[in-house]
């Protein structure tokens, strides 16, 4: 490991409260859960933080269950834990689709939905999904709760309004009775970050939302409009290829996104027989 | 800190946010869990924490303390995985083989090729072209 363990230093809080008070104490403090990013940059010395605030023991924040019609599930549920939640993959199961395609078995068992969110990273592959099910992200500090859509958690490229004090603890997915749809482009289907990353909700109010091709996930509003007011999947599809800002990276490039964007959309048309 | 490594209490002075493939490697001396990329891509590190494969290049030491850690020394040699591995050939440089098996050991009793593809799907082998590698499992 590129950076010093000995320069690093973990707090170790023994509940939430007790990690709220700490990081309301500490604003720099990094919360860590599964580490499956964090140890990505302390590995190659990248990661600028030597403070951390250990959330992985708080079994508190692994539940997932059902809350007022919604399901709810905590900011710690790995992506292998969302994989096995029946409630899960009854009411969301693209979520679970998302989880399956994070990584390899290795990864999922120790990545977290709150660190995938708090990451922010545009290619997070349940991110999509959270856009379309219009999650609401719980965030909580040592004095207040708040409940954020997720289509207004980020605020630009790794950047959200979550405050120095506060934690992500759970996130909460209304119900979903329209056709679901999930679609990830990547090299290969395991150990690949996402070139697309698609999630699409049919029904009379159409949600589209992608990753990937933007600074931060992104709905494709005026997809999701064009679809509601009876155009085709083909015009549709031209639409959300003008509609994302793709860019060339090391991945892809953003042609190649454009593209598969509209195809991806298309594939939903397809397969979902609208 | 206090660990638990193939059923054997160990005391390791480390900081808790040590690298567990370093103090498996270093502190504890066992050197068959392997260093790759150091990136969780590509499993060579894999052991398991309270019987799931993780990747030890991605686990602060502190998030093993209390958990029962199991790495390719603590098989003995002779597990019925072991045995396929050397019986079909399917280690050539051999980097890869112990997370392999460690990635493998948490199948199901008679797995099905695609159960075994998308439980070797986060370990990479740059050598045998991964068919060798499932035939042993399927045989093991």
């Known amino acids: 490991m590129r950076t010093a363990a000995a320069s690093l230093d973990l707090v170790r809080p023994r509940s939430v409260d007790d990690a709220l008070r700490s990081i309301a104490d500490d604003p720099s403090l990094a919360p860590i859960a599964g580490c499956t990013d964090v140890f990505v940059g302390l590995n190659a010395g990248t990661f600028a ?15 997932i269950g059902i809350r007022n019609g919604a399901i709810s599930i ?8 969302i994989q096995e939640s029946p409630a899960v993959v009854s009411r969301v199961p693209i979520l679970a689709a998302a989880c ?8 999922q068992n120790r990545g977290t939905l709150g660190g995938n969110v708090a990451n922010g990273s545009p290619a997070g592959d349940t991110l999509p999904v959270l856009a379309v099910a219009e999650a609401v ?3 909580r500090s040592a ?15 790794r950047q959200t309004v979550r405050r120095p004090d506060e934690l992500i603890v759970a996130f909460e997915l209304p119900p979903l009775d329209q056709v679901q749809w999930f679609r990830k482009v990547g090299t290969r289907a395991a150990q690949a970050i996402s070139k697309v990353v698609m999630a699409v909700v049919g029904g009379e109010r159409p949600r589209v939302a992608v990753g990937s091709v933007a600074p931060t996930v992104i709905r494709c509003t005026r997809t999701e409009a064009a679809l509601a007011g009876g155009a085709t999947f083909d015009e549709a599809s031209r639409i959300v290829e003008s509609e994302v800002q793709p860019i060339d990276d090391l991945r892809s490039t953003a042609d190649y996104r454009r593209r598969v964007c509209g195809n991806l959309l298309r594939r939903f048309g397809t397969e979902t027989q609208r | 800190m206090r660990l638990r490594v193939n059923g054997r209490e160990m005391e390791v002075d480390a900081p808790p946010m040590t690298r567990l493939l370093d103090v498996l490697r270093i502190h504890c001396e066992l050197p068959g869990t392997k260093e790759g990329c150091g990136e969780g891509e ?19 030491a502190a998030h093993a303390e209390s958990a029962e850690v199991t790495t390719i020394e603590g098989l003995g040699g002779e597990h019925p995985l072991q045995r396929a591995f050397a019986e ?29 593809r998308v439980a070797l799907a986060g370990n990479i082998c740059r050598c045998t072209g991964y068919h060798a590698i499932y035939r042993a499992i399927l045989r093991a």
Do not use: K, N
């Open chain 1, 49 to 63: 933080g030597t403070r951390f605030l250990d959330l992985w023991p708080l079994e508190e924040l692994r539940e």
């Open chain 1, 74 to 81: 905590g900011a710690l549920a790995t992506h292998t834990a």
């Open chain 1, 100 to 107: 399956r395609e994070i990584g390899g078995a290795q990864i």
């Open chain 1, 137 to 139: 992200v719980v965030l």
């Open chain 1, 143 to 157: 004095t207040q709760e708040r409940r954020i859509p997720f289509t207004s958690f980020f605020t630009g490229y």
């Open chain 2, 42 to 60: 590509c499993g060579a590190c894999t052991v398991l924490l309270d019987g799931e494969p993780v990747c030890a290049c991605l686990v602060p």
């Open chain 2, 88 to 116: 079909h050939g399917a280690a050539q440089c051999g980097i890869c083989t112990p997370g392999m098996i460690m990635a493998a050991l948490a199948l199901p009793p008679s797995p099905t090729l695609d159960d075994v």
